[in-house]
C-alpha cells in the first residue's frame, strides 16, 4: 500500500507580505504614521471661531505678584469665615492692584511663571493677578447679548471679574488647590456686564507649585461661537483622558483575566499592570479636586509612571523573548528605593528630581523599549511586531514631548500628551491578539484537515492490517486445525498400538505356531474388541461427561460380569461436566477402570463389584470426583498379581492428573480414581 501524503496548509497572505522586503517597508511606514500622529497631536490648539477675540490681541496684561495682601489664605482658614467668596475675592485683589510693590510689568497670554524672570524663583506655591484692559469702542443697538470668555488653561486654579464682577472660578483656593491645567474653564458674561469704553477683566490664577504655574490665552466671544470651540477643546483636553484611562482599565481588566487562565504567558498579566498604571498616571489628566496634597499626588502620579515603564521593560523581555540587557531584579530594585527616597527628601526637591532624574530615567526607559523593538523588528520583520513598534515609537516621542514640558524646551500650556498614546498602543495589541486568534484558527483548522487526512490514511492502514491479520488468524486457526487433526490421529494410532495392535500382535503370533491355543486366541480378540469399544467411546461426545461415559461403561462389562456370574452393583451419583477432559483423558479413565474390573473379576472371586462415583466438596469452588470400583473378594497382595496392571493403571492416572489409590483387605479390594474439578463461581 502506498503511503498516502499529507499536504501542509498554510494560511494564505499577500505576496507582498510574505517577503522582508515588504514586510521592511510596512514598518517604516508605519514609524512615518506614528511621526506624524504625534505632530498632528501637538498642533491641536483651542480653534477660534469667527468673531472671537484674544483678550491680549491688542492690550497686553498687567502682571502684579500676590506677596500676602490677599486674605485667600492657603495656610490660614479663619479669616473667611462668615464671608462670601466674591467681596473677599475682590478685596484680595484691590489689595494687590492698589500695592505698588506688588507689580512685575506687562506680558501676554500664554504666560509662563518659570519663563519669566520677574517673578521670583520659588518652588512653594505663588499667586498672580493678571489685569487685563478690554476696550469697546462702540455700543451697539440693543446691547451685546450673552457673551463667553474662555480660558484654555490654568495652573493650578484661577478666578475671573469684569469690572469687579465675579464670574466665575475653577474650583478651591484652599490646599490642595483645584486642578485645572488640563481643563479649560468657561464663564458666562451676563447681558449688561460689558460696557462701552473700557472693561477690565482681573484673573487671579493660583498654583501649587511656582514652577507649574501658567495662564493659557483667554477669548472672548459671543456665546454661540465660543461654545462649540470650547466643547471640542474641552473634549480634546479633558473628556478625552477620561475615556482613554477607562479603555485601558477594561483592556488591562481583560488581560487579566487571560492571564489568569493561561499563566505560563506572562506578558498578558505584565500588559495588565501596564494599564493599571497608565490609568494611576493618566488620572492627572481629569482630576480636579485631588484626594492628596499636592506633593503626595505628584509623588503618587510619578509612581504610576515608573511603574508603567518597568512593566513596560519587562514586558517587552517577555514579549520579545530577548536576551535582557537590563537585569530585571536590579531595576526592581532601584525604582522601588528610589521611590522610597522621595518620601524622605525634602519637598522642595520634588519638581528638580522630577526634571533631573526621573525625566530622564523615562526617556531612556522608553528608548531603551524602542530599540529593542526595532531591533527585534529588524531581526524578524512581521506585521505584529511592526504594529507594536509603530505603538512603542509613538508612546516615545509623546515621552519625548512630555519631558521637553518639564525641561523647559516646550510651553507648560502646550498640555502633556502622553496618556494619548494609549489608544495606539490598544490597538496594536488589540491587532495583535486578533492575529493571533485568526492565526490560532487557521493552525486549528489546518490541525483538523491534516488530522482528518491522517485519520483516513489511518483508517486505510488499520483496514489493511485488519484484513493480513484476519488472513494471517484464519491460516493459523487452519494450521491449528490440522494440527489438531494430526494429534487426534497420532493419539489413535498411538492407542492402536498400543491397545488393539498388542492383542492382534498376539493373536498372529498364536496363529503362526501349532497347535493353537484356541482358548488363549479367543481372550485375545475378545480383549482387542473391547479395546476397540473403548477407544469409541472415548471418541464420543461423552467424553466429558462423566456420568454419560460410565454410563457407557457400564453397558460394556455387563455381559462380562454376568458370564463370570458376578453382580454388578452401579452407584453413579450426578456428576458435573469436567472442561478439556478430551478423549484421550477419557480412553486412559476408562482403560483405569476395565483394568480394575478385570483384576477383580480374575483375581478376586467376588461375588458382587461395585462402581460407585461420587463428589466430594473441598472449597466453595473446588471439588473431587471419587470414581471406585470395589469387590468382596479375597484381596490380594501386588507381588502376588503377575503383569504390569497395577503399575500401568498408576501410569495412566498421572497421565489425566488424577489421584489413584487401591485398597486390599480381607473384605474385598478397592481402587480409587479422584479427579479435581473447579466448579463455577455462583
Not at 92 to 116: F, M, Q
Not at 259 to 267: A, G
Not at 539 to 564: K, N, Y
Request: aromatic residues 10%; hydrophobic residues 45%; negative net charge.
Amino acid at each position: 500500500m502506498n503511503d498516502t501524503s499529507v499536504p501542509s496548509l498554510k494560511p494564505l497572505k499577500p505576496a507582498f507580505f510574505q517577503s522582508d522586503a515588504g514586510l521592511s517597508t510596512l514598518a517604516l511606514l508605519m514609524m512615518a504614521v506614528a511621526l506624524f500622529a504625534v505632530l498632528k497631536l501637538s498642533e491641536v490648539s483651542f480653534s477660534l471661531p469667527g468673531d472671537s477675540d484674544s483678550l491680549t490681541s491688542s492690550n497686553k496684561a498687567l502682571i502684579q505678584l500676590d506677596t500676602g495682601q490677599c486674605p485667600v489664605s492657603i495656610e490660614d482658614k479663619r479669616e473667611i469665615v462668615n464671608t462670601t467668596l466674591q467681596p473677599l475675592l475682590w478685596s484680595c485683589i484691590e489689595k494687590i492692584r492698589t500695592t505698588a510693590g506688588n507689580k512685575i510689568g506687562y506680558t501676554v497670554l500664554p504666560h509662563e511663571w518659570r519663563s519669566d524672570q520677574r517673578l521670583p524663583a520659588t518652588s512653594s506655591s505663588m499667586r498672580v493677578l493678571y489685569s487685563i484692559n478690554y476696550p469697546i469702542p462702540f455700543w451697539p443697538e440693543g446691547g451685546w447679548g450673552l457673551w463667553n470668555i474662555a480660558i484654555t488653561g490654568a495652573g493650578h486654579n484661577a478666578a475671573v471679574f469684569l469690572n469687579g464682577k465675579l464670574l466665575g472660578w475653577g474650583g478651591s483656593f484652599e490646599q490642595p488647590v483645584a486642578r485645572n491645567h488640563t481643563r479649560p474653564m468657561l464663564f458666562p458674561i451676563p447681558d449688561g456686564a460689558l460696557q462701552e469704553g473700557d472693561n477690565r477683566f482681573d484673573i487671579y490664577v493660583v498654583s501649587d507649585l511656582a514652577q507649574e504655574g501658567f495662564l493659557g490665552e483667554a477669548y472672548i466671544s459671543p456665546s454661540e461661537l465660543l461654545g462649540p470651540a470650547y466643547q471640542t477643546y474641552y473634549f480634546f483636553r479633558f473628556t478625552a483622558a477620561q475615556m482613554i484611562t477607562l479603555s485601558m482599565l477594561v483592556l488591562s481588566g481583560f488581560m487579566c483575566v487571560l492571564w489568569f487562565y493561561r499563566r505560563q504567558d506572562v506578558e498578558y498579566g505584565l500588559f495588565a499592570l501596564m494599564g493599571f498604571f497608565w490609568s494611576l498616571h493618566t488620572l492627572n489628566q481629569f482630576v480636579v479636586n485631588i484626594p492628596l496634597s499636592a506633593y503626595y499626588w505628584n509623588v503618587l502620579m510619578l509612581a504610576g509612571l515608573a511603574g508603567f515603564f518597568v512593566c513596560g521593560i519587562l514586558f517587552i523581555h517577555c514579549f520579545l523573548k530577548q536576551k535582557y540587557l537590563i537585569n530585571q531584579r536590579i531595576l526592581l530594585i532601584s525604582i522601588a528605593l528610589m521611590l522610597a527616597g522621595l518620601l524622605v527628601a525634602p519637598q522642595d526637591w520634588l519638581y528638580l528630581q522630577m526634571t533631573f532624574i526621573w525625566g530622564p530615567l523615562m526617556v531612556l526607559g522608553g528608548l531603551y523599549v524602542l530599540v529593542a523593538t526595532l531591533l527585534k523588528l529588524r531581526e524578524n520583520p512581521g506585521i505584529e511586531l511592526s504594529a507594536l513598534a509603530t505603538a512603542v515609537a509613538i508612546i516615545f516621542l509623546l515621552v519625548v514631548h512630555d519631558q521637553m514640558l518639564f525641561w523647559g524646551g516646550l510651553p507648560l500650556y502646550e498640555g502633556r500628551l502622553l496618556h494619548f498614546g494609549a489608544p495606539f498602543l490598544l490597538l496594536a495589541f488589540t491587532w495583535i491578539l486578533l492575529r493571533r486568534f485568526v492565526e490560532s484558527l487557521n493552525s486549528a483548522e489546518q490541525y483538523n484537515t491534516e488530522l482528518r487526512l491522517l485519520n483516513q490514511e489511518l483508517e486505510s492502514r488499520v483496514e489493511e492490517k485488519s484484513r493480513r491479520i484476519a488472513q494471517s488468524y484464519e491460516m493459523i486457526r487452519q494450521l491449528g486445525q490440522e494440527q489438531v487433526v494430526q494429534q487426534e490421529r497420532s493419539r489413535i494410532m498411538r492407542d492402536m498400538h498400543d491397545g488393539i495392535g498388542v492383542y492382534l500382535t498376539s493373536i498372529l503370533r498364536q496363529l503362526e505356531h501349532e497347535p493353537v491355543d484356541r482358548h488363549h486366541l479367543k481372550d485375545s480378540a475378545h480383549n482387542a474388541l473391547n479395546d476397540l469399544r473403548l477407544m469409541i467411546d472415548s471418541l464420543g461426545s461423552a467424553s466429558t461427561d462423566l456420568s454419560a461415559m460410565l454410563g457407557m461403561f457400564r453397558t460394556r462389562i455387563t455381559r462380562l460380569v454376568e458370564a463370570c456370574q458376578v453382580e454388578l452393583e452401579w452407584g453413579v451419583d450426578e456428576l458435573p461436566q469436567v472442561e478439556e477432559f478430551g478423549p484421550e483423558r477419557a480412553l486412559n479413565l476408562l482403560r483405569i477402570l476395565q483394568e480394575a474390573v478385570t483384576n477383580a473379576l480374575k483375581h478376586s472371586e467376588a461375588s458382587c463389584i461395585w462402581l460407585l462415583a461420587t463428589v466430594e466438596t473441598i472449597e466453595e469452588n473446588q471439588s473431587h470426583i471419587i470414581i471406585s470400583v470395589k469387590d468382596n473378594g479375597k484381596g490380594f497382595i501386588a507381588r502376588d498379581i503377575p503383569g504390569n496392571g497395577l503399575s500401568n493403571m498408576q501410569h495412566r492416572a498421572r497421565k489425566i492428573k488424577a489421584g489413584f489409590s487401591i485398597d486390599a483387605g480381607q473384605e474385598g479390594t478397592c481402587v480409587t480414581v479422584t479427579l479435581p474439578v473447579i466448579l463455577p463461581a455462583s
